[in-house]
């Protein structure tokens, strides 16, 4: 079977599966071995990904791929600064697949690709860097976990606060008693996104593989205003597919809690009335045993924003009420403000006194780094691909509550299901164009 005629045969979901486990595995990367990547998605995040690891002395990125050619020039020359051999420059990142020798797949596609793409790589033997939120849909992330331990790959999720030595600060602080015990924790993702424009649809520009960048979702009618995050189609939403950094470093300083019992949650397009069927408001409570989480975003509040770039990486604190990025830790004995990515923390006593605080630092190169160790080691990474479901899943239900009018969801952990409505149950897995579908069997 000639190389393209198997990527016409990937087009199947049983072909995908036969043909790639049918592949000879290439080996670990040894200590010494320079580790060849390709990089899957050439948005801005993508981009940024094959620039930093195109510095790094150990890797090489090989391939650059992007179904839209007229973003291949920018990030040719970030690569090319960076290292001294050129890329490959593919609009199809089965052609990274069929190379044996490619080690590591970045997966920086939109949420639609996440699934999809990084099963497909661990069937080829890649290893894979996928940027958040892990899945479009629960069912998907779950087929990732169960791919990624069929074939032994290493997949690391883009939640690269895991990585931050600050993070790890406040988890032994909260640990050590120092909050009381802790009953509720609230998690903030609000601020200001732009409108989508009013547009016609219109003919698909040239040197753009539509088709291709539609792959399992539907092909709507190609329309240069309409932006992916706001459509269920092709996105969990911009809400989940940001706050996920939030909601997995309360994970993580709760000792990764894992599955909610029930989620109880409302949502609107309250006042971004531009075409997308994503909300702009959700407000969500996560019930566990003797613990309470609260996810509150809004996507029309000016005055609540990130955390600049000038706070992030020193030894300056966030404006904590007006912080869209923050955690806040809730004990019988005191309370915690927590910001993603650098920003920092700060511990008040039961009198509301502050009494300690820790400056923090963004962690990119660490996660960088851990993905790099784990793939000579073979452990698994910080973000784990089963960490990025379970961070990104509780999302995936609240949004399910939204799509069946805000009803309260019970949720059955072992089948991940729900117990107290067929309907929502119809939303755990996506509708797949055909030619595009993932097995049931990874």
Request: proline content about 6%; hydrophobic content about 35%; overall charge neutral.
């Given at each position: ?10 087009r ?8 790639f ?9 040894g ?31 090989a391939y650059l791929?992007?179904p ?9 020359e970030?690569?090319?600064e ?27 596609t939109?949420?639609?690709?996440h ?10 033997g890649k ?13 998907e ?25 600050y993070?790890q ?9 120092k ?15 732009p ?39 092709y996105s ?27 989620v ?19 407000m ?7 613990l ?28 904590w ?21 650098g ?37 698994k ?10 961070s ?6 609240a ?35 055909q ?5 049931e069997?990874?």
């Amino acid at each position: 079977m000639t190389a393209l005629n198997r990527r016409d045969f990937m087009r199947t979901s049983v072909g995908a599966a036969a043909a790639f486990a049918a592949l000879p595995q290439k080996p670990s990367p040894g200590a010494n071995d320079t580790i060849r990547i390709g990089v899957m998605g050439l948005g801005g995040r993508g981009t940024y990904l094959a620039e930093r690891f195109a510095e790094r002395s150990d890797t090489e990125i090989a391939y650059l791929c992007d179904p839209n050619t007229r973003r291949f020039a920018r990030a040719r020359e970030a690569v090319e600064e960076a290292q001294d051999a050129s890329p490959k420059m593919v609009q199809d990142f089965r052609r990274i697949l069929d190379d044996k020798n490619v080690d590591v797949l970045i997966n920086a596609t939109p949420d639609h690709w996440h699934g999809m793409g990084t099963i497909m790589a661990c069937q080829a033997g890649k290893d894979v860097f996928v940027e958040k939120p892990l899945s479009h849909n629960i069912w998907e992330g779950r087929k990732m976990v169960e791919a990624a331990r069929k074939y032994k790959r290493v997949v690391q999720v883009g939640m690269q606060s895991r990585s931050a030595p600050y993070v790890q600060k406040a988890k032994d602080y909260i640990q050590s008693g120092k909050l009381g015990e802790v009953h509720l924790v609230r998690i903030c993702n609000m601020m200001k996104h732009p409108k989508q424009g009013d547009t016609p649809d219109g003919p698909v520009p040239k040197g753009f593989d539509y088709d291709l960048w539609c792959g399992p979702a539907a092909k709507l009618p190609y329309n240069p205003s309409r932006r992916w995050l706001n459509q269920w189609e092709y996105s969990c939403g911009p809400i989940a597919g940001d706050a996920v950094h939030q909601f997995d470093l309360a994970r993580f300083l709760t000792d990764d809690i894992p599955y909610p019992k029930a989620v109880s949650q409302t949502g609107a397009i309250n006042a971004l009335r531009d075409g997308r069927d994503t909300p702009d408001t959700q407000m969500a409570i996560l019930e566990y045993d003797g613990l309470t989480m609260m996810m509150e975003s809004t996507l029309w509040t000016p005055y609540i924003k990130k955390i600049p770039a000038s706070i992030r990486d020193s030894d300056q604190f966030p404006n904590w009420p007006f912080c869209s990025t923050k955690v806040e830790v809730l004990g019988t004995e005191g309370f915690m403000y927590f910001g993603r990515h650098g920003g920092g923390w700060q511990a008040y006593n039961a009198g509301g006194e502050l009494v300690h605080s820790e400056y923090g630092r963004q962690a990119d190169r660490e996660h960088q780094d851990n993905f790099i160790d784990c793939l000579r080691t073979r452990k698994k990474p910080n973000a784990d691909v089963e960490i990025g479901h379970l961070s990104v899943l509780p999302y995936h239900v609240a949004n399910i509550s939204y799509r069946v009018g805000n009803q309260r969801l019970e949720l059955d952990a072992a089948t991940e299901s729900f117990s107290n409505c067929d309907q929502a149950n119809k939303h755990i897995k996506r509708e797949y164009r055909q030619g595009w579908s993932i097995p049931e069997n990874v």
